[in-house]
Protein backbone atom coordinates (compact mmCIF):
# COMPACT_ATOMS: atom_id res chain seq x y z
CA UNK A 1 0.00 0.00 0.00
CA UNK A 2 1.64 3.33 -1.15
CA UNK A 3 0.61 6.38 1.15
CA UNK A 4 2.33 9.66 1.50
CA UNK A 5 1.97 11.60 4.71
CA UNK A 6 2.56 15.61 4.92
CA UNK A 7 3.17 17.17 8.55
CA UNK A 8 4.80 20.33 9.53
CA UNK A 9 1.87 23.08 8.66
CA UNK A 10 0.17 25.04 10.80
CA UNK A 11 -0.89 28.86 12.02
CA UNK A 12 2.50 31.45 11.07
CA UNK A 13 2.21 35.05 10.85
CA UNK A 14 2.90 36.89 7.58
CA UNK A 15 6.72 36.89 7.29
CA UNK A 16 7.06 33.97 9.13
CA UNK A 17 8.33 30.34 7.87
CA UNK A 18 7.51 26.89 7.85
CA UNK A 19 8.84 23.44 6.54
CA UNK A 20 6.59 20.67 5.45
CA UNK A 21 7.50 17.27 4.98
CA UNK A 22 6.17 14.46 2.91
CA UNK A 23 6.99 11.03 3.92
CA UNK A 24 6.45 8.17 1.41
CA UNK A 25 5.91 4.38 2.02
CA UNK A 26 5.41 1.81 -0.79
CA UNK A 27 7.47 3.17 -3.18
CA UNK A 28 11.05 4.23 -4.02
CA UNK A 29 10.51 7.81 -4.40
CA UNK A 30 14.03 7.87 -6.66
CA UNK A 31 12.19 7.07 -9.69
CA UNK A 32 9.15 9.63 -9.52
CA UNK A 33 9.27 13.25 -9.67
CA UNK A 34 7.91 14.73 -6.67
CA UNK A 35 5.15 18.40 -6.11
CA UNK A 36 3.74 20.38 -3.75
CA UNK A 37 0.23 21.31 -5.04
CA UNK A 38 -2.08 23.86 -2.66
CA UNK A 39 -5.72 24.30 -2.64
CA UNK A 40 -7.41 27.75 -1.20
CA UNK A 41 -10.89 27.71 -0.09
CA UNK A 42 -13.15 27.93 -3.42
CA UNK A 43 -10.36 27.51 -5.84
CA UNK A 44 -8.97 24.85 -7.41
CA UNK A 45 -5.65 22.95 -6.98
CA UNK A 46 -2.69 24.75 -8.39
CA UNK A 47 0.83 23.60 -8.61
CA UNK A 48 3.44 25.15 -6.03
CA UNK A 49 6.94 23.49 -6.81
CA UNK A 50 8.36 20.11 -8.70
CA UNK A 51 11.53 18.41 -8.11
CA UNK A 52 12.12 15.84 -11.01
CA UNK A 53 13.97 12.49 -9.85
CA UNK A 54 17.39 14.46 -11.17
CA UNK A 55 16.60 17.45 -9.16
CA UNK A 56 15.43 19.79 -11.40
CA UNK A 57 12.96 22.53 -9.47
CA UNK A 58 10.53 24.01 -11.39
CA UNK A 59 8.63 26.89 -9.78
CA UNK A 60 4.93 28.62 -9.46
CA UNK A 61 5.39 32.56 -10.35
CA UNK A 62 3.66 33.57 -6.67
CA UNK A 63 6.37 31.47 -4.94
CA UNK A 64 9.41 31.98 -6.52
CA UNK A 65 11.98 33.58 -4.33
CA UNK A 66 10.64 32.25 -1.25
CA UNK A 67 9.39 28.53 -1.76
CA UNK A 68 12.53 25.99 -1.69
CA UNK A 69 11.63 22.35 -2.60
CA UNK A 70 14.02 19.63 -2.35
CA UNK A 71 13.93 15.85 -1.68
CA UNK A 72 15.91 13.19 0.17
CA UNK A 73 15.69 9.81 -1.37
CA UNK A 74 17.24 8.18 1.28
CA UNK A 75 14.25 8.69 4.00
CA UNK A 76 11.91 8.54 0.72
CA UNK A 77 11.16 12.50 1.65
CA UNK A 78 10.27 15.77 -0.15
CA UNK A 79 10.56 18.78 1.43
CA UNK A 80 9.16 22.58 1.28
CA UNK A 81 10.74 25.17 3.01
CA UNK A 82 8.48 28.19 2.77
CA UNK A 83 9.65 32.16 3.79
CA UNK A 84 8.24 34.88 3.80
CA UNK A 85 4.88 33.89 3.84
CA UNK A 86 1.73 36.01 2.81
CA UNK A 87 -1.77 35.74 3.64
CA UNK A 88 -2.23 34.52 0.18
CA UNK A 89 -0.33 31.22 0.70
CA UNK A 90 -2.97 30.01 3.18
CA UNK A 91 -4.39 26.70 1.39
CA UNK A 92 -4.41 22.93 2.25
CA UNK A 93 -0.74 21.73 1.01
CA UNK A 94 -0.69 18.46 -0.66
CA UNK A 95 2.55 16.29 -2.19
CA UNK A 96 2.34 14.63 -5.28
CA UNK A 97 4.25 11.73 -6.16
CA UNK A 98 4.38 10.74 -10.37
CA UNK A 99 6.21 7.91 -11.58
CA UNK A 100 9.30 9.18 -13.99
CA UNK A 101 8.45 6.29 -16.19
CA UNK A 102 4.56 6.68 -16.42
CA UNK A 103 2.62 9.89 -15.66
CA UNK A 104 -0.28 7.38 -15.02
CA UNK A 105 1.06 6.43 -11.94
CA UNK A 106 0.44 9.09 -9.52
CA UNK A 107 0.02 9.49 -5.38
CA UNK A 108 -1.43 12.14 -3.22
CA UNK A 109 -1.34 12.67 0.13
CA UNK A 110 -4.05 13.63 2.50
CA UNK A 111 -3.00 17.24 2.92
CA UNK A 112 -1.71 20.03 5.41
CA UNK A 113 -3.24 23.05 6.49
CA UNK A 114 -0.95 25.99 6.33
CA UNK A 115 -2.92 29.28 7.49
CA UNK A 116 -0.85 32.78 7.67
CA UNK A 117 -2.28 35.34 9.57
CA UNK A 118 -1.80 38.08 12.43
Known amino acids: QVRLVESGGGLVQPGGSLRLSCTAS????????LGWYRQAPGKQRELVAV???????TYADPVKGRFTISRDNAKNTVYLQMNNLIPEDTAVYYC????????????WGQGTQVTVSS
Open 96 to 107: NAEAAYNSHVNY
Open 26 to 33: GIDVSIYN
Open 51 to 57: ITRRGAT
